[in-house]
T-cell receptor
Framework: AQTVTQSQPEMSVQEAETVTLSCTYD???????LFWYKQPPSRQMILVIR??????QNATENRFSVNFQKAAKSFSLKISDSQLGDTAMYFCAFMKHAVGGGADGLTFGKGTHLIIQP | DSGVTQTPKHLITATGQRVTLRCSPR?????VYWYQQSLDQGLQFLIQ???????AKGNILERFSAQQFPDLHSELNLSSLELGDSALYFC????????????????FGPGTRLTVL
């Protein structure tokens, strides 16, 4: 079974600053995917960024980027030029490669509550 | 808007009752997933269906069951409800195609808030 650990229950930064959220995972799988989801006060789960484990290049999506260290089983999220709208719970998630194709259930960490201060 | 719809938005019921939650996936998606989010357990994967067939099972209780219909919508049935079943229930969908493609990404619906009194 996989486990995902987010060691920062809450973080607070000033608007326009850069912030990094930590995530580590434990798995015996060699093929898998990693995700960051955002959950604002509306409770909607919104995909932020995705990383395939077989890709060495770190994923980026506009102001969001990851630092994927496969050997260390670490997958941190960096948010640059943080904005008030980035205030949300951020969940790191793991998905193993499903045998026979298709996807599998996500294993989530407990989340980090990120607060962007004006 | 993810394109995944869930009904109802809110549901209030009593212990011992049975409820049905409904989910319609994004157009073109063949896989549907159900998740439970509670204060105690966090976000937990319950079950996955792919094109009408059960594909993967997570921490789903025996009192809970699901199915996916020919039009690909899915229903999650919760029976003999207990206070601890109060939670936000999410449905997610993905294309469910060849692993390694962008089709593996899951998109979430807005959730159904279940309150058991």
């Amino acid at each position: 079974a996989q486990t995902v650990t987010q060691s920062q229950p809450e973080m607070s930064v000033q608007e326009a600053e850069t912030v990094t959220l930590s995530c580590t995972y434990d798995t015996s799988e060699s093929n898998y995917y990693l995700f960051w989801y955002k959950q604002p006060p509306s409770r909607q789960m919104i995909l932020v960024i995705r990383q395939e484990a077989y890709k060495q290049q770190n994923a980026t999506e506009n102001r969001f980027s990851v630092n994927f260290q496969k050997a260390a089983k670490s997958f941190s999220l960096k948010i640059s030029d943080s904005q008030l709208g980035d205030t949300a719970m951020y969940f790191c998630a793991f998905m193993k490669h499903a045998v026979g194709g298709g996807a599998d259930g996500l294993t989530f960490g407990k989340g980090t509550h990120l607060i962007i201060q004006p | 808007d993810s394109g995944v719809t869930q009904t109802p938005k809110h549901l209030i019921t009593a212990t011992g009752q049975r409820v049905t939650l409904r989910c319609s996936p994004r157009s073109g998606d063949l896989s549907v997933y159900w998740y439970q989010q509670s204060l105690d357990q966090g976000l937990q994967f319950l079950i996955q269906y792919y094109n009408g067939e059960e594909r993967a099972k997570g921490n789903i209780l025996e009192r809970f069951s699901a199915q996916q219909f020919p039009d690909l919508h899915s229903e999650l049935n919760l029976s003999s409800l207990e206070l601890g079943d109060s939670a936000l229930y999410f449905c997610a969908s993905s294309v469910g195609g060849t692993s390694g493609s962008r089709g593996d990404t899951q998109y979430f619906g807005p959730g159904t808030r279940l309150t058991v009194l």
